[in-house]
Each structure stands twice: as C-alpha cells, then as structure tokens.
C-alpha cells in the first residue's frame, strides 16, 4: 500500500471510530415504538459511510456486517420496523463488533471471526430470513429511477486539471443504458473573461435506467478542487428527489452520504476543522514556552529603561508591554488548541450505564452537566479509564436494586450525576450518585481481615474512605464482572496523581456517595508564586495558597521536635523546605521569615521561607527528562534571569507531615 | 569493532581520559547551578541550556574525591533505562580529539587504581601516552 494510502486509511479509521461514537450515542437516545426517522437517519449515515470507505480498503468484514445493519436500519427508516429494546440492545452489540473490527483493522490483527458471524446471525434473525432476501425486496420496492440531472461546474482553473471534460461527457452518452443525453452550457463566471479560465458550466439531463455507480464512475477523475459535480438521480415519483452526490463523483459512499446528511438533516452550524499531529502542537507549545521565558527576560530591562533618554524608554516600555500582551494571548491560544471539551470522555457513560444497570437488573438515570468544559488533551486521555471504573463503582456498589430502594423510601430510579466544572485554578469534576453509600464498617471490617488495619485501631472516617483505595480492596459481596475485583481504586487514584491532581470521596450511609476529582487546569503552564530560602528561589502554585502570615512568636508550639502554628484556632504543621530538601541555607529563626500556608486537598500546613517574591506564570519543564523525579518537587523552570527554579510539590510535602 | 574511533581526551585527576566524541554535544564554562534537593553532592545541580534542564554531575566529586572551583562542563547524552539523557560532567580541562585505535584496546589491569572506576572500558595508547577510555552509560547519575 503505498505512503498516500495509509494516510487515507488511517484517516477513514478515525472517522469510523468517530461514527462509531456517533451510532452509539444516538442509539442510546432512540426511543421505543415508532422510530424517531431523524435519529434512525443519523445513525443510518454513520453506518452507510463507514461501509463505503471500507470498499476502498477492501475491508470486506465490515462491508458485510454494515451491509446487514443498513438494511434492518432501513427497514426502521422506512418505518417498517419499530424500535424495541431488544432491536436496540442488538443494534449496539453490533457497534461493539464494528469497533472489535476496526481495531483490528487499525492493529493489523486478526479479526475475531466467531464474533462477527454471530452477529451476522443475530441480526440476521431479527431480519427475519437471511439478509439477502429483504435487501433484494427493498431494492424491488426502491422508486424506479428513469435517468439523472447531473450539474458540472468547472472551477477557475480548471483547465490546469488536464482532464477534458467534452470527452467525459461523451463518454457518458456511451454509457450502456443511456438512451439520451441533453446537454445545456452556461455561462458560469460574473467576472471579466480570461482566456485561461474555465467560465463555462454544464447541465446534463441523461435518461434511462442506469446505476449511479455507472455514472459517478465516468466523473471519477473529477475531485471538488476542479470541478463541482453533483448527481441527482430522477424517479417517477419525481418527489422522491434527493442529492446523492457532490464534489468527486466517483468519491467513496461516504462522501455521498454526507452531502445527504446536510442536505436532509437539520442544518447545523459546523465550525470547520483540520486534523493536526499532536507533535506538532506540542513543539509549537514548546516554542511559546520559549517565547514566554524570553519575553519576561526581556521585561527586566524594561526597569532600567529610565536610564536612557525619556522618549525612548517611553518607547521601549510600551514594546515591551505589546510584547508581554501578545505573547500571553499566543500562549493562551495555543495551549487552547491542545483543550477538547471533556465530553470526549463523558459520551462514554452513557453507554456503560445502560449496559451495567441492563446488566444488574437496576433502574439508573445518568446526569451528565459541564461535557463542554474543556481539559488538556493529555488529560482527557488518562482521565477516561479512571472515571468509567467509577461510574461502573457507582452502579454497581452505588445505587441499590429498585426494590431495596423502595423499601427504603426512595425512588425506584436511582441518579449517577456526573458533573465537570472550574474551580479556581483546577477542574473539578464530580461523580455523585444516590445510592447506599461506603458501608464504613464494612470497609473496616475488610481492612482488617486483609491485614491493613489492626483490630482495635482506632482511625478516623476519612482515613477508613482512602482504604478504598488499596490495591486489592473491594468490599463487594459478590465479585460480578462488573467489578469488585480490587483492582483499580488504587490505580483511579495513581492516574489521578499521574495528572497532578487528587481524588477525594465523601459517602454518608444510605445517602450516597460523592468522588471529587480535582485537576491542574494544563500541564504546561502553572501560576507560581516565588518564594526564597536563603539564596534559593522555589516556586509555589499560587491556586493552593491560602495566605501568608509573619509567625508571631506566642503562636508557635513545639511538639516532639515538630513544630506548629496556631493559625486563629487552629494548629498547622510547619514544613522547614531547608530542612526538608537538606539545604544549609536561608533563615532558622520562624520569626524571621514568612509562612507560607497552604492547601493541598484536604490538608492545610505552613510552609517556611525567607521572602516572598513575585507572582508570575511559569512553564512547567520536567526534571524526569534528563535527571529523575525528586521527592517535593514536581517540576523545575527557567527564569527571567535564565536560571532554573524548582517548583514544589506540595502533595509530596503534605505527605511528609503525617 | 571500528578500527578508529574518534575520542574527546579530558583530564580528570591528573590522568588522561577519552569518550566517545559521537555522544558529546558541546563543552562549556563551569556556571553555577541550581541544586537538587536531597541530591547527592557530586550533583552540583540543573542548568538551563537553552530551555532544557539539563543535571550537572562532577566525576571529580563522585570519584576523587576532590572539589575545585576550575574545571569544564561537557554536556553528552547517556543512555539510562532505555532512556536518553542530556547531562553535564564537569572535569579538569578538555585537552583534545584523537583518534584511537580499537584493536589496541587494553583491558585495564586489574587492581590497578582505575579498575575502581566502574566506567573504564579499557586503555589505549595515543602518540605514547596512555589514554583511559570511558563507557558513560556505566555511571549510576541518577541515583539517590
């Protein structure tokens, strides 16, 4: 295959998956009875699509299963067929096959054949008879087309295209089948004649009866940069008219259906994209990471500009400030490129709801708020595994059977919301649900029979919730397939950390349960408060503190070596960073310097440090990439003085205290 | 094996040393670093290389035993954990590029003082002197 075609490929790949997507959720809104011909539509266009391009690859597999589903699709369309939930469970199904397939398709594996034969089978038996027979009977029933309209409209340049479109058109009247071919020239500029442009424009009225495939294939070398081709076939009910193909007229199916889908579906405002390497948009954020560093070295010079004569430090002032201005709005833009609403990992759960709650005979409503709340790509793709494993908790430790719930006075149906907002400097995204809640005991229960916790010990509630989250923990009764299997509590936390952010869990028996999931809102880029120590300068992340106080002497306390502050009435530990990064440097006296207090999830704690400087955005580099992680530090930074900084990691630092 | 192989030659305790010329990326003046906390002290620290942080390491510290304010920063890549790296050694001076012909690699004798250095690869002679040759990728920088 050659370089060209892979690229095809890939890019059919990605569209399918993402039709995929599409097919699913729209399945999910289908209602029973009588469908809705709008969502059957959508989901038809996507199917139709996917089983076009894969011609093109040969993907034979997936032509025939799609070709099985078009049909019983059809067949709803045409409203023939009615929704019920067995159809729809069936439908579904055959997406996952689909999805089974183009994975490995994409992976150049081999294709689980046993599961896409039974699949064949079973839609096959909601046909009702082998899919052959009904496709044949629908096309029987199909308007018989009695010729076509075919519009060409030559771009500008068309002559540079090199394909003589009077031969094309000739050939089409050779076509088999074809009893006549009226052809009209128009005039199809309103601009000045130039004598290498193409001003002319064809309408073409064929009659007879002929597939459009015979005649897409004759305008098979046109592609919609040179020439505007569009096909509507003409019916005897000629009502029944519809577009089927625009731009390249021999173009894959895909293309056709979606002319028909804008041209039929609601119009819908689409903002028009393109598809960019992520390597591309790392480098490019990369470079304004540069360009950031090197705009506020800049600016340092901006103080000494009054030493030069007025005019020109005036001058050099304002460039300097359009500098800062533009460079922050480039960065803004750029790190936007990289945000994609988190609905990309939302329009999952849907989908595992319905099949965990189909699954475990309970009645559950799935809320979802904020899905266009945007997160770092990054983010994005290490959060969805961690929130379906909650959701899939949820259901099935959650939410209780609608009959317990009923007993208990609630509502039959139980409610998962699942809500992302911003908060601060973080997104926070929420997982709440209206079920039994952490049965504390019970999880104490199990710590102890694993051995993590003493008979006897006395810890706090808080400290029973985090067990959750050791490995091998699962207090579920019965392990079903849905989980209680242990793993991944432990490993929703580890990618949660990975991403520099932090889970926390509030339950309250019979009430339900709240997992609170807080994120850095990028990666890149952290606003940082610097601190000094001596002749070291540490950055903090400016959203986790709280406030900073000049220790009074009669507030400190001594406990074991360990000192704490009484900050109004309550006493916080002091981190010493000298001591704790083993630092001979900068103050020992509390009373000489400055506590920094701080919040890092739940925990508030003093952090002490000389001075404190300016506040100013940072770009987060790695120490991993050329040294390895250090414990209390979770990056480092160059200086506007081109020195490098390191920044705190205050989860690390919080841990240090316990 | 090549036959010749070009080398860096650097000074390092009054001896003579080579590395591989193919691994280093430039040399530069000693500057003042940032230091890693809770780092060994042959880790002077980080430096910014235009936008990298790069850990600086001194092999007179971590093999010598002896500090000194002289000295030069020369910055190759080394491969840690299937990893590639950007580090700074700092050593004595750099002195040259030869040409070192691999045939005549001598193992380093044994319980001679310089079989203590895990990154020997072996000796060779260059126009009568006796050069140290380095395998870098045998020194533990990173760890604690």
Redesign the interface.
């Known amino acids: 295959m050659d370089e060209l075609m892979l690229v095809f490929r890939q890019t059919y790949l990605e569209e399918s998956f993402e039709g995929l997507a599409a097919m699913e959720s729209n399945l999910l809104t289908l209602p029973e009875g009588t469908p809705n011909t709008e969502v059957v539509n959508t989901i038809f266009r996507a199917a139709h699509s996917m089983k076009g391009g894969a011609g093109t690859f040969g993907f034979a597999e997936l032509i025939h299963l799609t070709h099985i589903l078009e049909t019983l699709l059809d067949e709803m369309r045409s409203g023939k067929r009615n929704v019920t939930t067995e159809n729809r469970e069936t439908l579904l199904e055959s997406v996952d096959v689909l999805r089974i397939i183009l994975t490995a398709y994409q992976n150049a594996e081999p294709i689980e054949m046993t599961r896409v034969k039974s699949m064949e089978v079973k839609l096959e038996a909601i046909l009702g008879g082998s899919a052959a027979d009904i496709t044949a009977a629908a096309a029987a029933e199909k308007p018989e087309i009695i010729g076509y309209d075919i519009h060409l409209s030559p771009s500008d340049d068309y002559f540079e295209s090199g394909i003589d479109l009077i031969k094309l058109l000739h050939e089409l009247g050779r076509t088999k089948g074809i009893k006549n071919t009226i052809i009209n020239t128009r005039l199809n500029s309103d601009k000045a004649l130039q004598i290498e442009h193409c001003v002319l424009a064809f309408d073409v009225q064929v009659e007879g009866s002929v597939e459009l495939e015979q005649i897409q294939e004759v305008f098979e070398w046109l592609d919609s940069d040179n020439c505007h081709v569009s096909i509507t076939p003409i019916t005897l009910q000629a009502t029944a008219k519809e577009v089927v193909s625009s731009g390249t007229a021999g173009a894959s199916s895909s293309e056709a259906s979606k002319t028909a889908a804008t041209a039929t579906a609601a119009p819908q405002q689409q903002e028009s994209s393109i598809r960019v390497s992520i390597s591309k948009i790392d480098q490019m954020v990369?470079m304004v990471?540069?360009l950031v560093?090197a705009q506020s070295m800049l600016s340092r010079f901006g103080a000494l500009a009054d030493q030069l004569n007025a005019t020109w430090a005036d001058e050099l002032k304002e460039g300097l400030l359009d500098i800062e201005r533009h460079t922050r709005a480039m960065q803004e833009s750029v790190m936007s490129i990289r945000m994609m609403p988190i609905s990309f990992a939302f329009n999952r759960m849907p989908r595992i709801v319905h099949d965990v709650s189909g699954k475990l005979e309970k009645e559950i409503e799935l809320v979802m708020e904020g899905e266009n709340t945007e997160v770092d790509k990054t983010v994005l793709e290490k959060l969805t595994d961690p929130l379906v494993h909650i959701i899939r908790n949820s259901v099935d430790h959650g939410i209780e059977k609608p009959d317990v719930r009923e007993a208990n006075g609630k509502p039959r149906k139980g409610t998962v919301r699942l809500s992302a907002f911003h908060a601060g400097g973080n997104i926070v995204i929420q997982i709440k649900d209206n079920g039994a809640g952490i049965r504390l005991d019970k999880v104490r229960q199990k710590a102890i029979d694993v051995g993590v916790l003493l008979e006897g010990q006395v810890v706090s509630e808080k400290e029973i919730i985090d067990l959750i989250f050791h490995a091998g923990f699962s207090t579920a009764d019965v392990v079903t397939d849905v989980s209680g299997r242990g793993v991944g509590m432990d490993v929703v936390r580890r990618n949660i950390r990975e991403l520099g952010g932090t889970i926390e869990v509030q339950t309250e028996q019979g009430k339900g349960s709240v997992f609170t999931i807080r994120l850095p809102l990028t990666l890149a880029i952290l606003d940082g408060q610097l601190a000094k120590v001596g002749d070291?300068t540490y950055i903090f992340p400016l959203a986790s503190i709280v406030e900073s106080v000049l220790p009074a002497p009669d507030h400190i306390k001594s406990v074991k070596g360990n000192y704490l502050y009484r900050l109004r009435d309550v006493y916080i530990p002091i981190v010493r960073l000298n001591e704790?990064?083993?630092?001979p440097n900068g103050k020992t006296e509390l009373t000489a310097g400055l506590l920094v207090v701080v919040e890092n999830g739940d925990k508030r704690f003093g952090v002490f440090v000389d001075t404190l400087e300016s506040q100013q955005q940072v770009v987060i580099?790695?120490?991993d990439?050329?040294?390895?992680k250090?414990?209390?530090?979770s990056g480092?930074t160059?200086m506007g003085d081109?020195?490098?900084?390191?920044i705190l990691d205050l989860t690390e630092l919080s841990q240090e205290i316990d | 094996m090549e036959e010749n192989k070009q080398i860096l030659t650097f000074i390092l305790n009054n001896e003579i040393y080579g590395i591989d010329i193919l691994r280093i990326q430039e040399i530069k003046d000693v500057e003042?670093?940032?230091?890693?906390?809770?780092?060994p002290e042959w880790t002077l620290?980080?430096?910014?290389l235009r936008?990298?942080?790069?850990?600086i390491f001194d092999l007179r510290r971590m093999f010598f035993n002896y500090a000194s304010e002289e000295g030069v920063i020369i910055v190759l890549r080394v491969e840690n954990g299937g990893k590639s790296?950007?580090?700074g050694i700092v050593v004595d001076a750099v002195s040259n590029t030869e040409f070192a012909n691999m045939t005549e690699l001598q193992p380093a004798p044994k319980g001679d003082v310089h079989s203590a250095h895990v990154f020997v690869d072996g000796l060779v002679s260059i126009d009568g002197r006796m050069v140290i040759l380095t395998d870098i990728d045998k020194i533990n920088f990173?760890r604690e």
């Open positions: 990369d990471g540069e560093i070291e704790f990064f083993n630092r580099k790695s120490l990439t050329n040294y390895r250090v414990n209390g530090i480092a160059i081109g020195r490098v900084a390191m | 003042k670093c940032t230091p890693i906390p809770n780092a620290g980080v430096i910014n936008g990298s942080v790069v850990p790296k950007v580090v990173f």
